[in-house]
């Protein structure tokens, strides 16, 4: 028997969870708010801060944890790891140092500089406003993006072009990260299409899953605001089809040595989950961003089509013994985030959600339960995303299909992208990409 903590509380931690039962974990559960899906997998859970390392020790401690997972970057970023460690608990994900890599994006590009990584773009790190105005001229302003330094839940990168559209837009967005006292970076605009690449890293050793495309937007067409990501979809082949399998080992190699220049620049190995998501470019590929730890929605892409132990691939990720003894079903797969009305801006909680487990379980979607919590036997929306719905099948039109006709046994004031996964949306990036490359 193999006693396994998961912490975290959304989508990807259920999808985490699952995935350790099917290797034969007893789960238990440590959340900040109480996910239903967790609940149920769980043998116990509890519910308080993610972040109050006492605590998570203490439980550990008197159920027999024999590791812990953790799934989102706000515990790794503060050093959930090291306080574990030294509580006598194994863990999988990076210590504090190497979580730097998703904790602070001046960090990551500084290393990237300093290591000579292929894929990094031209950045410059400012904590006030001198020199802002040179350094966008220089740029020249509509090939910039503003990014602030730490955590933002993928809502405070502003792009020329999609959220900012003049030097005086720029420049007050740029004095509004002074006045939070926030450092912030201004870099290089990337034109390009975007991928996600989730791997396994042992300290050395980087491997693989299938690739997964995100959206952020939160409307049709690529419309609206940023989100923390309406759906996401993966091919039968585990590539794009405007991403090669040339461009995913120079993605997995630029993962590689930035993993071996963590542990030169930091002395601490980098340990657990690393997603990079990246952008194919005219110019090449781009590193747009690391996060350390998977994605959401992504991590519903990958994880349910493993062919392997996650427990045993945890346990390999602690000892530094990772090998190529597990793959990834050759399937398609597509998640729709349900998301409550009004969301991001204005999001309506407090609604009842009504899943329709009968017909749900027939139509052979997979469903996730995210920002939503369960009372009297009934699910309620909050302010985030509510729902992850996956479709898996052989084709990405089957597996688009499946997504959709599980997100109609969901109903409540909830709203999705339906056109995440179509053919549609996949020709109109492929395009994109054949007019940049061709240009
Ligand atoms: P991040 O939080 O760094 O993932 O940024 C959020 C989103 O902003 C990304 O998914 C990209 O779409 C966009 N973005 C970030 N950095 C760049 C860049 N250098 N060039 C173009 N778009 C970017
Ligand atoms: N889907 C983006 C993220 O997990 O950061």
């Keep these: 028997m193999v006693n396994v903590l998961i912490i975290g509380h959304g989508a990807r931690e259920h999808v985490i969870g699952e995935t350790l039962v099917k290797g034969g974990a007893t789960l238990f559960s440590f959340m900040s708010f109480k996910n239903a899906g967790l609940e149920d997998l769980s043998k116990k859970i509890k519910i308080h801060s993610e972040t109050d390392f006492k605590q998570i020790i203490e439980f550990c401690n008197e159920n027999k944890m024999d590791f812990a997972a953790i799934g989102p970057e706000a515990p790794l970023v503060v ?18 140092e190497a979580a730097q890599l998703e904790g602070s994006k001046v960090f990551a590009r500084d290393l990237l500089e300093k290591y000579k990584i292929k894929s990094n773009v031209k950045s410059k790190m400012f904590d006030s406003m001198e020199g802002v105005k040179s350094y966008l001229k220089d740029m020249g302003v509509e090939n910039t993006v503003v990014k602030p330094e730490g955590l933002t839940g993928g809502k405070g990168v502003k792009v020329f072009g999609d959220h900012l559209f003049s030097m005086e837009d720029t420049i007050k967005y740029c004095q509004e990260l002074v006045n939070k006292t926030s450092r912030f970076l201004i870099e290089e605009k990337c034109v390009g299409e ?15 899953s299938p690739l997964v495309q995100d959206h952020k937007r ?7 605001p940023n989100t923390g990501g309406m759906g996401s979809y993966s091919m039968e082949n585990h590539l794009m089809p405007f991403i090669t399998q040339d461009d995913v080992d120079i993605a997995i190699e630029d993962m590689r040595k930035t993993v071996a220049a963590v542990k030169a620049e930091t002395g601490v190995e980098y340990k657990g989950f690393l997603y990079g998501q990246f952008m194919k470019t005219a110019k090449g590929l781009k590193l747009i961003e690391y996060n350390s730890r998977w994605g959401d929605p992504e991590a519903m892409n990958v994880l349910p089509l493993l062919e392997g132990n996650l427990v045993d ?4 990720i602690m000892d530094g013994k990772l090998s190529e003894n597990f793959s990834f079903e050759k399937k398609a797969t597509v998640c729709k985030y349900l998301a409550p009305e009004g969301y991001p801006v204005n999001p309506k909680s407090e609604e009842v959600v009504k899943i329709n487990l009968d017909k749900i379980n027939k139509s052979g979607a997979k469903y996730y339960y995210a920002s939503v919590y369960r009372e009297g036997g009934k699910i309620f929306t909050t302010t985030s995303r509510a729902m992850g719905v ?15 006709t599980g997100v109609n046994c969901i109903e409540g004031k909830l709203f999705h992208r339906k056109d995440v996964g179509t053919r549609k949306l996949l020709q109109k990036r492929i395009d994109h990409m054949n007019s940049l490359l061709n240009k």
């Design 218 to 224: 939160a409307y049709e067409g690529d419309k609206g």
């Design 79 to 96: 050093g959930i790891v090291d306080a574990l460690e030294k509580g006598g608990i194994p863990c999988v994900g990076p210590k504090i």
């Design 390 to 404: 996956l479709g898996i099948a052989d084709s990405l039109e089957n597996a688009e299909r499946i997504a959709e």
């Design 194 to 208: 975007e991928f996600t690449l989730q791997t396994f890293v042992d300290g050395k050793n980087v491997l693989g």
């Design 313 to 316: 691939i945890c346990r390999a």
